[in-house]
């Protein structure tokens, strides 16, 4: 199976910081992820994906890391915004498993103004 | 597109009722996921079906819970019968195969009283 974990459940930053965001995974054989971005009272949202032949890929103000030596990725959020507060999840996926997603646990970003 | 539909959006039912959750995927998708989300366990995968077929149904908590897809355009999820400890959000999604980005619904809120 895998296991997904952020490191911290909550977080905290000022307005126009960047923000980062740890997860780690169990399964070295995962091989496709992404970041959620979940508001309340609404679904998760698709933020970014990376897969395992990559690093690092960029959005829109989002960057997403990739370190399979450590299974670790990360979302670093430039500028964040108070629209940046919400829950966000990491998933990962392996071939292993055909098509499920097993999530992390969300880490909850707090954006001051 | 309008993307995942859920319905109800809200569901407040006594112990021991019988609820039915629905769900319209994405036109075109052929993989659709039932969620279980709680502040205790997080995001949890139920089940979810390849082609209207259920693939991998481990997740479901016990035979209370059973899930149908009589055709690529709804699904339902029902509990039968309904416990106070099945109270959650349930969220549906969907996704065109395999390591593609999972669009969610806006899940239905279970109240079992």
């Known amino acids: 199976g895998e296991s997904v974990g952020l490191h911290l459940p909550t977080l905290s930053v000022q307005e126009g910081d960047n923000s980062i965001i740890n997860c780690a995974y169990s399964n070295s054989a995962s091989d496709y992820f992404i970041w959620y971005k979940q508001e309340s009272g609404k679904g998760p949202q698709f933020i970014i994906d990376i897969r395992s032949n990559m690093d690092k890929r960029q959005g829109q103000r989002v960057t997403v890391l990739l370190n399979k030596t450590v299974k670790h990725l990360s979302l670093q959020i430039a500028a964040t915004q108070p629209g940046d507060s919400a829950v966000y999840f990491c998933a990962a996926a392996h071939p292993n498993t055909g098509n499920q997603f097993y999530f992390g646990t969300g880490t909850s970003l707090t954006v001051i103004p | 597109d309008a993307g995942v539909i859920q319905s109800p959006r809200h569901e407040v039912t006594e112990m021991g009722q019988e609820v039915t959750l629905r769900c319209k995927p994405i036109?075109?998708?052929?993989?659709l996921f039932w969620y279980r989300q709680t502040m205790m366990r997080g995001l949890e995968l139920l089940i979810y079906f390849n082609n209207n077929v259920p693939i991998d149904d481990s997740g479901m908590p016990e035979d209370r819970f059973s899930a149908k897809m009589p055709n690529a355009s709804f699904s339902t999820l029902k509990i039968q019968p309904s416990e106070p400890r099945d109270s959650a959000v349930y969220f549906c999604?969907?996704?065109?195969?395999?390591?593609?980005?999972?669009?969610f619904g806006q899940g239905t809120r279970l109240t079992v009283v």
């Open positions: 999604a969907s996704n065109l195969g395999t390591a593609t980005e999972a669009f």
């Open positions: 036109s075109g998708h052929n993989s």
